[in-house]
């Protein structure tokens, strides 16, 4: 499956990220969370003029993934703060698991950064296919925290962490 990754263009790929992220959200914590507790979640995300799903600071990346029919097949973001680059929002398309979304997103955002730049990423414990994926991408389990996913929902997440060769 062709892949072109490309920066996040809000005016061009808001309604595809949404329908992305819900799609998304839905296959990975439907069975830990509940749909009307994910539904909720989205809501609270995409409330207001300036959703927080949607909100990046100065310096902070998103990138976008369309397959060769020009449809959003994945996305992340980058936060890049003191020394360290954090992930967030990184969702593929439940159809494009396993067809390199997921490696091309990072390695175009990783190719924007320096070798020895740390970078993190909070995954829950139960994503068994997303810690095999960072597994193999080189992270390294170094801690346990609760992370607010949102409208002040915590879920339990593993800290992962790489250096950048």
């Known amino acids: 499956m062709p892949i072109a990754v490309r920066p996040y263009d809000d005016a061009r790929d808001r309604a595809g990220m949404i329908a ?13 969370d509940g749909h009307d507790t994910i539904e909720t979640l989205i809501g609270t995300l995409l409330h207001g003029a300036e959703p ?8 902070d990346i998103a990138l976008v993934a369309d397959d ?12 890049p703060r003191a020394g ?24 175009d955002l990783f190719s924007r950064f320096p070798p020895g730049t740390v970078v993190r990423a909070d ?3 139960e994503s068994a296919a997303a810690l095999a994926f960072y597994a193999r991408l080189g992270f390294e389990r170094i801690g346990r925290t609760c992370t607010n ?17």
């Open 20 to 32: 992305l992220y819900r799609a998304a959200w839905h296959a990975n914590y439907d069975a830990t």
């Open 123 to 125: 995954v829950r414990p």
């Open 52 to 59: 927080q799903m949607f909100a990046l600071p100065e310096g």
């Open 68 to 79: 060769a029919t020009g449809a959003l097949v994945g996305g992340l973001r980058g936060h």
């Open 149 to 165: 996913a949102g409208g002040y929902h915590w879920v339990d997440t593993l800290e992962l962490q790489c250096v950048l060769k």
């Open 84 to 107: 360290i680059l954090h992930l967030s929002g990184m969702y593929v398309a439940p159809t494009g698991l396993r067809f390199g979304i997921g490696r091309a997103l990072i390695a």
